[in-house]
C-alpha cells in the first residue's frame, strides 16, 4: 500500500516530542498520547511501512525482540500484572496512524485498560481454508 506520511514520521524525525521509554537502531518506544489505561505504550519500528504484512524480516525480527522486553518494563513500571498487545491493520481494523505499531496496554482491576468484543463463531471449512494459507506460504508469501 502507499504508504502517506505519518505523525510517527515527526516523532522518529525529532519534529515532535514524544515520552520515549525505549529506543535503539531499529525500534522506538513511547507513551500513548491518548492512554486506555495508565502505562499504556506504542512501540513502533523505524522502518517505515503502514502495515504488519509489509515490514521486512529484520525490522520484524527487531521489534520482536524489543516487545517482551518493553512490556516486563510497563508491568514493572506500573504494577500491572495483565496486559493486551494490539496491533491494528487497516481503517477497518481500527488503525489510525498508517505506521506499523503494536500497542502494550495494562489492564488493571479498575477495568482500565483494553475492551474487547469478541464474538466467537464457528469454523466451517477449516480443511480448505488452511490449505489455501498453506499454498499461499509456499508460493513465497511468508517470505517475499
Ligand atoms: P491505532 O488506532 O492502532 O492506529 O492507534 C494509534 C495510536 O496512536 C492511538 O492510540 C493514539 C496514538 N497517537 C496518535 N498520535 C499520537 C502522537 O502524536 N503522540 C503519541 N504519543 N501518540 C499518538
Request: hydrophobic fraction near 40%; proline fraction near 4%.
Amino acid at each position: 500500500m502507499t504508504r502517506m506520511t505519518t505523525i510517527f514520521d515527526a516523532i522518529l524525525d525529532g519534529e515532535l516530542p514524544c515520552h520515549r521509554v525505549f529506543e535503539n537502531e531499529h525500534v522506538l518506544a513511547f507513551l500513548d498520547i491518548g492512554p486506555l489505561s495508565r502505562g499504556h505504550t506504542l512501540v513502533i519500528p523505524k522502518e517505515r511501512r503502514a502495515q504488519l504484512h509489509e515490514l521486512s524480516d529484520d525490522a520484524s525480527a527487531e521489534i520482536g525482540r524489543a516487545l517482551p522486553r518493553i512490556a516486563r518494563a510497563v508491568l514493572t513500571a506500573t504494577g500491572a500484572t495483565a496486559y493486551n498487545v494490539l496491533q491494528n491493520n487497516g481503517s477497518e481494523a481500527h488503525q489510525s496512524v498508517f505506521h506499523v505499531h503494536f500497542h502494550i496496554i495494562p489492564r488493571f482491576d479498575d477495568g482500565s485498560g483494553l475492551g474487547i468484543g469478541w464474538t466467537p463463531g464457528e469454523l466451517t471449512g477449516g480443511e480448505d481454508l488452511a490449505a489455501a494459507v498453506a499454498r499461499a506460504i509456499d508460493d513465497g508469501e511468508a517470505t517475499r
